[in-house]
């Protein structure tokens, strides 16, 4: 999703927050219902779009720079035929190159079978990964890491012919954020870095149709999933026609949540933690009125993350609330773009 960063070189911007979505479930038409899961997550990512669908044979991907909305029609959707799907909605840096390699899903081959790999986060090690995997004759387009894990995972797994190899590989060796989902011809993997920085849950489809993995719970919600559990911290989650199995891919760390989350990135009405995040917004209002009363008239919201703030500030310091931004409803969100 973004170029590597050197250690040492953190830059003074928000990095990767993007969606990721995956759906398996026989008998479903899961590239429509990833297709309705990124919409809902549409706040995590404007700038590129895809899906990539396994039918059991064989891995196809549609993927295009724009939304959700604008990337995929009915013909497109119909065409992606299968019951197991992961999909991607990106967002870039400041200054990062828009491009149709930098989106998402990555596909790399194994042999002949194919796999796809959608990543929400920043690795910060790669330069040597992708070094390795340079000298082992291995070509590499996007010049993102999301590319470094897919095809990391592809290389080892090509030599192990265990994917949970490959996985598990790169989980030992890239260090940073990523919660990411992987679809194989006839399986759904999803994973998440050690400490547990990026967001990862997992709902069920209702009769036990099948399952659903997202970055957010609002991406369960819309295809109407029942949220069960987040994917812990370094574990590996495998959904196929046999079961759902987990196993430790790394050891958990200290667990460190992504803040701004909760700040601004996520959608109010989803549940981080345990947590509802419009409750945490209000709390971080209601704790500011207490540390840092202000002598005021009026309290006013900056829509749209930052009124659950302000109302709990409203709330605790008896000031009266009132709209006083006005945010225009047909833009999208404004702050995710890579240019002024």
């Not at 590129?48 to 959700?68: C, F, P, R």
């Not at 797994?157 to 989980?171: D, V």
């Amino acid at each position: 999703m973004s170029t590597s960063i050197l250690p040492g070189e953190r830059p003074d911007r928000l990095e990767e927050e993007c969606a990721v979505f995956g759906v398996f479930a026989p008998g479903e038409d899961v590239a429509r219902m990833t297709c309705f899961g990124l919409q809902a997550l549409q706040h995590r990512g404007q700038e590129s779009a895809g899906i990539a669908v396994g039918d059991g044979e064989t891995i196809m991907v549609s993927k295009d720079l724009g939304l959700v909305t604008q990337v995929f029609d009915e013909a497109r959707l119909a065409a992606l035929e299968g019951f197991v799907a992961v999909g991607h909605a990106r967002y870039s840096t400041s200054g990062a190159a828009a491009s149709w390699e930098a989106a998402q899903p990555h596909i790399s081959a194994i042999d002949e079978t194919l796999i796809a790999l959608a990543h929400n986060g920043t690795l910060v090690n790669t330069n040597s990964l992708r070094a390795r995997l340079i000298d082992e004759g291995i070509q590499l387009r996007a010049g993102t890491d999301s590319e470094v894990a897919a095809k990391a995972i592809g290389n080892v797994t090509q030599k192990t012919h265990h994917l949970r190899e490959g996985i598990r590989y790169a989980m030992e060796h890239l260090q940073g954020a990523y919660a990411m989902v992987l679809a194989s011809p006839d399986c759904l993997y999803a994973f998440r870095d050690p400490n547990g920085i990026r967001p990862l849950c997992i709902g069920q489809l209702p009769d036990g149709r099948g399952w659903v993995v997202s970055s957010e719970t609002c991406g369960l919600d819309i295809v109407g999933a029942e949220y069960v559990r987040d994917v812990e911290p370094g574990e590996i989650v495998r959904f196929s026609k046999q079961g759902v199995t987990s196993e430790q891919g790394v050891p958990a760390a200290k667990r460190a949540s992504c803040i701004f989350e909760y700040v601004y990135f996520a959608r109010p009405d989803s549940i981080m933690d345990g947590q509802s995040v419009y409750q945490a917004r209000r709390n971080m209002g209601r704790i500011l009125a207490r540390e840092a009363p202000a002598e005021a008239d009026l309290v006013l919201g900056v829509p749209d993350s930052g009124i659950p703030s302000a109302m709990g500030f409203a709330f605790e310091s008896g000031i009266p609330y009132s709209d006083g931004i006005v945010k225009n409803r047909y833009v999208g969100r404004t702050f995710i773009q890579p240019t002024q």
